[in-house]
């Protein structure tokens, strides 16, 4: 058995319309280890939600291609038959998004839709059904037998970002995507759902992976760290390694527009001049990201980086030197 949960090498997946075909995600080769978290960090267009989409094979051909290698333990998911994925979808793997009020039905009630989950992959009904869902609600932090009968609607966002936790719960998952599922809340609630999810993975020694834009939520709970830029990764580091040297000019770039907590008032912010390249008119004979750099040079005009190692685990894709990256940084 490896010992990598999930294993992805040389992920590519395209979108193809009657016009042109953009590559979303370009070579992507990642790993997630049992009961680790991982952030998967970058703007939005990146290319992190497409990478976690193919996890679960939800592109649709011919529209979205997918091609490479996705290894749940020592199952392929690139290419699986529908009934393969949806014994993974749910069961081994389960997702959560930024938008719960959207996730959720407004039709039906809690209990409903987390009935639907159990008897579609469990065939678990009646009063095992419902103490099961009491004991997921439970462990989100849910009194159950109210909120069970309400309607989405009627409930407030950090409330409904947890019944989604527990829906994605429910099946025991070895392998958590949680898509930006802060994005939408306010402070306070954000930094409890990040103390909910770390609290399940210290109890379920449950895997995580964790796409996000911001750097601030990373430091609070990934171990590991992806950086993502134009669908390639440009870094890769252990968490507090990334955050103090960062060895890519997109990484530093993230850093300097993210609030820091030990500065009043969050410190300078310096937002990143210019917008990501659009994927179909990327040019791979130079640096995606050296339109916007601060530390372009002649050279990467000369064609796209390769992702070679900086040491360790560390990763990174520019030609800029490691002295002077760790040189300058503050």
Sequence with gaps: MSEELLRIADLTVSFTTRERTVRAVDGVSFDVRPGEVVGLVGESGCG???????????????????????????REL??????????????????????PLTSLNPYLRVEEQLAEVLDLHLHLRGPAARARMLEILSQVGIPGEERLRAYPHQ????????????MALLCNPELLIADEPTTMLDVTIQAQIIELLKSLREQRKMSILFITHD????????????????????????????????????T????????????????????????????SDKKLEECAFAPRCPRVRE?????????TSAGGERLRRCIVPVAEMM????
């Design 252 to 279: 530093e770039a993230l850093l300097r527009s993210t609030p820091r907590v030990d500065v009043p008032g969050g410190g300078a912010l310096h937002p990143i001049g210019g917008l990501p390249p659009r994927l």
């Design 327 to 330: 040189g300058r940084r503050s």
């Design 215 to 250: 750097l601030g939520v990373v430091s609070e709970i990934c171990d590991r760290v992806i950086v993502m830029y134009a669908g390639r990764i440009v870094e890769q580091a252990r968490t507090a390694e990334l955050l103090h040297t960062p060895l890519h000019p997109y």
């Design 155 to 166: 409930l407030s966002g950090g409330m409904r970002q947890r019944i989604c936790i527990a």
């Design 78 to 99: 690139v290419g699986a038959s529908p009934a393969t994925l949806r014994a993974v979808r749910g069961n081994r793997v389960s997702m959560i998004f930024q938008d």
């Design 299 to 307: 050279g990467c005009k000369d064609g796209e980086p390769a992702l």
């Design 48 to 74: 992190k939600s497409v990478t976690s989409l193919s996890i679960l094979g939800l592109h649709e051909q011919p529209v979205g291609r997918v091609t490479g290698s996705i290894r749940l333990g020592e």
